[in-house]
C-alpha cells in the first residue's frame, strides 16, 4: 500500500515539532529519526472554513471520516492561534515596558525583538483565523502599538488562567513598578516562564493539531522561543547579586 506523500510530509513536521518541544523541557525519548505513522482520523470537532463572509463549518468525527484531503482544521489548530494571540499580546505589552525602566542596552534590544517578532505572528494568525471565517480576538487590534515602536500598546485584559505561563495581573503590576535592576531580573524570570508555557501549548497542538500550515508556524515558534530562553537565561546569570 502506498502511502500519501502529503500525509508523510505532515507527520514528519509533526515528529520534528515534538522533537523541538521535548528538546525544550530536557528531554531526549522518542526524537530518532524513524518515519512516523500516518496522521489518523481527528478524534475530535473539524473546521471547514465558510465562503467569503461567512463563518466556519463545524464537522463531527464520524461526518469526517471519507473526507480525504478536504479543506478543514481541526479545533485544536483553531484554539491554538485563538489563543496564542493572547499569549504573545501579553508578551509586547511586556517588551514594551523594558525602555523606560531597564538601564540595559542588551535587555533593551533583546525587548525590541520580542516585540517586532511576536506583533508579526500576531498579524499573521490574525489572517489565517480570518482566512478560515473565524472570529480574531479583539486583543490583535484593539489600541496597536505604533510599528516603529514609538508607543506603547495599551494594557490589555488577559485571560491568565486558561494558558500556561501567562503572569497574574499582580505580577504584571510589579513589573511596571519596578525598574533598573529589580525590573531586569522580574522581566527576564517573568519571560523565561511565559515562553515556557508558550511551548507547552506547541506541545498539545501537536498532539491534536491537523493544519500543516498552523504546524509549521508552531514548529518556528518553539524553535523562536528556545533559543530566547537560552538568551534570557544567560543574561539573568549575568545580573548583579
Same mark, same amino acid.
Given at each position: 500500500? *502506498?502511502?500519501?506523500?502529503?500525509?508523510?510530509? $505532515? /507527520?514528519?513536521?509533526?515528529?520534528?515539532? $515534538?522533537?523541538?518541544?521535548?528538546? !525544550?523541557?530536557?528531554?531526549?525519548? /522518542?526524537?530518532? !529519526?524513524?518515519?512516523?505513522?500516518?496522521?489518523?482520523?481527528?478524534?475530535?470537532?473539524?473546521?471547514?472554513? /465558510?465562503?467569503?463572509?461567512?463563518?466556519?463549518? *463545524?464537522?463531527?468525527?464520524? @461526518?469526517?471520516?471519507?473526507?480525504?484531503?478536504?479543506?478543514? #482544521? $481541526?479545533?485544536?489548530? !483553531?484554539?491554538?492561534?485563538?489563543?496564542?494571540?493572547?499569549?504573545?499580546?501579553?508578551? #509586547?505589552?511586556?517588551?514594551?515596558?523594558?525602555?523606560?525602566?531597564?538601564?540595559?542596552?542588551?535587555?533593551?534590544?533583546?525587548?525590541?525583538?520580542?516585540?517586532? $517578532?511576536? @506583533?508579526?505572528?500576531?498579524?499573521?494568525?490574525?489572517?489565517?483565523?480570518?482566512?478560515?471565517?473565524?472570529?480574531?480576538?479583539?486583543?490583535?487590534?484593539?489600541?496597536?502599538?505604533?510599528? @516603529?515602536?514609538?508607543?506603547?500598546?495599551?494594557?490589555?485584559?488577559?485571560?491568565?488562567?486558561?494558558?500556561?505561563?501567562?503572569? *497574574?495581573?499582580?505580577?504584571?503590576?510589579?513589573?511596571?513598578?519596578?525598574?533598573?535592576?529589580?525590573?531586569?531580573?522580574?522581566?527576564?524570570?517573568?519571560?523565561?516562564?511565559?515562553?515556557?508555557?508558550?511551548?507547552?501549548?506547541?506541545?498539545?497542538?501537536?498532539? !491534536? /493539531?491537523?493544519?500543516?500550515?498552523?504546524?509549521?508556524?508552531?514548529?518556528? #515558534?518553539?524553535?523562536?522561543?528556545?533559543?530566547?530562553?537560552?538568551?534570557?537565561?544567560?543574561?539573568? @546569570?549575568?545580573?548583579?547579586?
Amino acid at each position: 500500500m *502506498t502511502t500519501d506523500p502529503r500525509i508523510r510530509r $505532515t /507527520g514528519c513536521r509533526r515528529a520534528a515539532l $515534538t522533537c523541538v518541544v521535548a528538546l !525544550a523541557l530536557g528531554l531526549s525519548a /522518542g526524537c530518532t !529519526a524513524e518515519e512516523p505513522a500516518p496522521v489518523p482520523t481527528p478524534s475530535s470537532a473539524v473546521l471547514a472554513p /465558510g465562503k467569503p463572509g461567512e463563518p466556519a463549518e *463545524t464537522i463531527a468525527p464520524e @461526518d469526517y471520516e471519507g473526507m480525504g484531503d478536504a479543506d478543514v #482544521v $481541526t479545533e485544536a489548530d !483553531a484554539d491554538f492561534m485563538t489563543r496564542m494571540i493572547g499569549h504573545h499580546a501579553q508578551a #509586547v505589552e511586556m517588551a514594551q515596558l523594558v525602555p523606560e525602566r531597564s538601564g540595559s542596552a542588551p535587555l533593551a534590544k533583546f525587548a525590541d525583538r520580542i516585540r517586532l $517578532t511576536q @506583533d508579526g505572528e500576531i498579524d499573521y494568525m490574525s489572517r489565517w483565523l480570518e482566512d478560515q471565517g473565524l472570529p480574531v480576538p479583539a486583543v490583535a487590534t484593539a489600541s496597536a502599538a505604533p510599528s @516603529d515602536g514609538s508607543g506603547p500598546r495599551a494594557p490589555q485584559a488577559h485571560d491568565h488562567g486558561s494558558m500556561p505561563g501567562m503572569l *497574574t495581573e499582580a505580577e504584571m503590576t510589579a513589573l511596571a513598578d519596578a525598574d533598573g535592576t529589580a525590573f531586569d531580573r522580574l522581566f527576564l524570570e517573568g519571560m523565561i516562564k511565559h515562553h515556557a508555557g508558550a511551548l507547552e501549548m506547541v506541545d498539545d497542538l501537536s498532539a !491534536a /493539531g491537523r493544519d500543516e500550515t498552523v504546524q509549521e508556524f508552531a514548529a518556528n #515558534v518553539a524553535a523562536d522561543q528556545i533559543a530566547e530562553i537560552d538568551r534570557m537565561s544567560r543574561l539573568l @546569570d549575568e545580573l548583579p547579586g
